[in-house]
């Protein structure tokens, strides 16, 4: 079964700043795809990026892009620009059948 | 309203106690899922299900059960609670085809005394 590892369980960054949060995973698949969910102190999870293995070219979605390394199986979040309202959980998440998730790691934007 | 909703949204209970949790979507979608989460561990696929007759254990399925009433109902039933199912509770849903993202409904937090 795939497993996905976060490493690091905080982070914290200073407003406007850009963090860099970890992934990886380990799978035999070649298919596959592969997500970053936030889960605020509200407790729902929301998408926030998703890349499809089969695509060499890094996804984006305004100050959130993603560095998928598919030979390394590595699948990095940064946060450009960071918000307050970036203080989240943060996980990562791959998926074939169904969908396995990292750990997590609390992220903190500090005023 | 919430495309996938849970009940309830928090309950307290004591160790022994049957417990359902309740899942419904109106998004459409055949497939179900439930997990958990517990603090350092994230969440933890508890059953899945890809339509009404197609039902299949994840990875931590000692100790919980499940009924799919129909495509748009998932519950996950705790026969007899002890405290380490105390966490928080999601469902959540997905199309059937390609790698669409899972859509969660917004937790059970449940609590077993």
């Known amino acids: 079964a795939q497993t996905v590892t976060q490493s690091q369980p905080e982070m914290s960054v200073q407003e406007a700043e850009t963090v860099t949060l970890s992934c990886t995973y380990d799978?035999?698949?070649?298919?596959?795809?592969l997500f970053w969910y936030k889960q605020p102190p509200s407790r729902q999870m929301i998408l926030v990026i998703r890349?499809?293995?089969?695509?060499?070219q890094n996804a984006t979605e305004n100050r959130f892009s993603v560095n998928f390394q598919k030979a390394a199986k590595s699948f990095s979040l940064k946060i450009s620009d960071s918000q307050l309202g970036d203080t989240a959980m943060y996980f990562c998440?791959?998926?074939?059948?169904?969908?396995?998730f990292g750990a997590g790691t609390r992220l903190t934007v500090k005023p | 309203d919430a495309d996938v909703t849970q009940t309830p949204r928090n309950r307290i209970t004591k160790t022994g106690k049957r417990i359902m949790l309740e899942c419904s979507q109106t998004?459409?979608?055949?497939?179900m899922y439930w997990y958990r989460q517990d603090p350092g561990l994230g969440l933890r696929l508890i059953y899945y299900?890809?339509?009404?007759?197609?039902?299949n254990k994840g990875e931590i399925s000692d100790g919980y059960s499940v009924s799919r009433q129909a495509q748009a109902k998932f519950s996950l039933s705790l026969e007899s609670a002890i405290p380490n199912q105390t966490a928080l509770y999601f469902c959540?849903?997905?199309?059937?085809?390609?790698?669409?993202?899972?859509?969660f409904g917004e937790g059970s937090r449940l609590t077993v005394l």
């Open positions: 799978t035999s698949e070649s298919n596959y795809y």
């Open positions: 890349q499809e293995a089969y695509k060499q």
């Open positions: 998004k459409g979608h055949d497939r």
């Open positions: 998440a791959f998926m074939d059948n169904d969908m396995r």
């Open positions: 959540a849903t997905k199309r059937t085809s390609g790698g669409g993202e899972l859509f």
């Open positions: 299900s890809f339509d009404v007759k197609d039902i």
